[in-house]
């Protein structure tokens, strides 16, 4: 049995170097925090990109780096400011997130981001030919790297190859525009398991690759002259201990964080007011700013819940070259301006906006003290941000209320599911989250606690390489003919 190598543009940690000295920092986004655990173990190799372009590296801290990099399990992919710019912020976040998260109109088809996208996609899996044997197990996440699979195949045709997908696939009728549809579904189905969140992105997929490719499919398999592919949902999990037991801790350590502070002195301030929490990536995906539109429509249709509400927003800065990032950081922070300047009273302030990634026990802090989640994603894959912050509900109150169009709303059917797009139904929904006795939000939370503890990141993990294994073994025969 060989070792198990992870293969994700991110790593979990990003490196910064500061006055000659190298700084690593936790990497934020669904994929670096959920796999960060189960990488923790110890067994693997994670290869990616260390978060610095080879012109922000001085040659004589390439040792350092690797060195820096090793700590944490991970060797690093080295790319230019170039590659970058057309495989990162081009074809990854200029062409495939909008397009597969139904933004057809911010989807931009350029060659050059293409070929940018093939080029760095294939020094990823020279890395992989070069650091695994034929008996390691090869692990690709994500759309950065979809050619990878195949890649690594026509090298290692005897390798096992799975591929997971943390953002949606889009339906036929959507992914058919891509000038590109027929390299990308050849480049997946170099994998022997091809992993998607829910139900309804795996039969996406199914369906391009049959009425694009013309292939047989029966059932999730696809076949090959030499191969089957499974196709499979595995919703991802959290790492459901690390929060609970965080938020127990930060419950009875006594010791408060200045946010911590800040929190406490708002609910002494202003007793009975509700703290209503937002936490995203700064992405158009996450609908943040029609969220706050919505926020605004609650207070002028309940105008009684004025100086008795908090909106918070925490949004992480996210792919700040990528133009339409710009107009939305611009968009939100003249929103909340208008709204606070609008209706802020002197003892109160209707929306607190942070822009900035915040420590783990920061995080914590927010999610323990609020009395209602809002999460209201136009499309996302997952959305863990839901998840966790049900897991530090350690009394089990608190109010989730969650975008249908999230991956995770297939799970937490408990939770106040809405329509981002519907702000008389948000309006309605808020209200009644604010109202919720005590007894019924313990009773959503019971299940969907229970829910999230058995069916954790580690199990999600341990399915996946388990289907892996057991689709590697029956391919096996085929290809060695
Ligand atoms: P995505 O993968 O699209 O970013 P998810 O909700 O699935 O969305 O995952 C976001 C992850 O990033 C969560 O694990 C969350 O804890 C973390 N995160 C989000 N915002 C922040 C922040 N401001 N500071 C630190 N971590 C954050
Ligand atoms: O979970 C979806 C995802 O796109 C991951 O692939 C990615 O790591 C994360 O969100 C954050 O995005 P980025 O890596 O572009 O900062």
Redesign the pocket.
């Known amino acids: 049995m060989g070792k198990t190598i992870i293969i994700s543009n991110r790593l979990p940690v990003q490196l910064q170097i500061s006055n000659g000295t190298i700084d690593a920092i936790?990497?934020?986004?669904?994929?670096?925090?959920?796999m960060k655990s189960v990488h923790s173990g110890g067994e693997s190799l994670w290869v990616g990109w260390s978060g610095l372009t080879d012109e922000e590296t001085p040659a004589a801290l390439e040792n350092e780096i690797d060195v820096a990099l090793k700590k944490h399990g991970c060797a690093k992919i080295k790319l230019t400011e170039k590659e970058i710019e057309g495989f990162y912020f081009g074809f990854s976040n200029r062409t495939v997130w909008p397009l597969f998260h139904y933004f057809s109109e911010y989807t931009e088809f350029e060659l050059e981001f293409w070929n940018t996208y093939k080029a760095v996609n294939q020094k990823f899996a020279d890395a992989i030919i070069e650091k695994s044997h034929d008996n390691d197990t090869i692990w690709v996440h994500d759309y950065q790297l979809m050619l990878v699979p195949q890649m690594v195949r026509e090298k290692r045709p005897n390798t096992s190859i799975g591929f997971f997908l943390?953002?949606p696939f889009p339906s036929y009728e959507i992914f058919r525009t891509l000038p590109w549809r027929e390299e990308v579904l050849e480049g997946l189905l170099g994998s022997d398991l091809i992993g998607f969140h829910t139900y309804d992105y795996e039969r996406h997929f199914l369906s391009s690759v049959r009425r694009l490719l013309g292939l047989d499919v029966s059932f999730n398999d696809v076949y090959l002259e030499n191969r089957v592919i499974k196709v499979d949902s595995f919703p991802?999990g959290?790492d459901y201990k690390k929060f609970a037991s965080a938020a127990k801790k930060h419950d009875s350590n006594g010791k408060d964080s200045d946010l911590q502070i800040k929190l406490n002195s708002h609910k002494q301030s202003a007793p009975g007011t509700k703290l209503i929490l937002s936490?995203?990536?700064l992405?158009y995906?996450?609908g943040i700013a029609k969220r706050i539109n919505a926020f605004e429509y609650f207070l002028n249709k309940y105008p009684e819940y004025k100086e008795k509400v908090r909106l918070i927003i925490?949004?992480?800065p996210?792919r700040s070259n990528v133009p339409q990032y710009q107009l939305l950081k611009r968009e939100i922070d003249e929103l909340v301006g208008r709204i606070n300047g609008e209706l802020s009273t002197v003892n109160w302030t209707p929306i607190w906006y942070?822009y900035?990634?915040?420590?783990?026990e920061?995080?914590i802090d927010l999610y323990t003290s609020s009395d209602i989640a809002w999460?209201t994603?136009l499309r996302?894959?997952?959305?863990?941000?839901?998840?966790?912050y049900i897991a530090t509900r350690t009394d089990k109150t608190g109010v989730l209320i969650l975008s249908e169009m999230?991956g995770?709303a297939n799970e937490m059917n408990e939770a106040l599911l809405i329509n981002p797009n519907n702000f008389e139904e948000q309006a309605d929904t808020l209200k009644t989250a604010i109202t919720m006795p005590e007894e019924e939000q313990i009773s959503r939370n019971t299940f969907l606690q229970k829910r999230l503890e058995r069916y954790n990141v580690e199990v999600w993990a341990n399915e996946f390489m388990g289907a892996l294994n057991r689709k590697s073994e029956e391919n096996e025969p085929f290809i060695s003919q």
């Open positions: 936790p990497s934020v986004g669904g994929l670096a925090t959920g943390h953002i991802m959290i936490i995203d990536r992405d995906s996450k925490l949004a992480v996210s942070f900035r990634s915040l420590p783990f920061n995080l999460l994603p996302d894959g997952m959305n863990l941000v839901a998840k966790e999230a995770s």
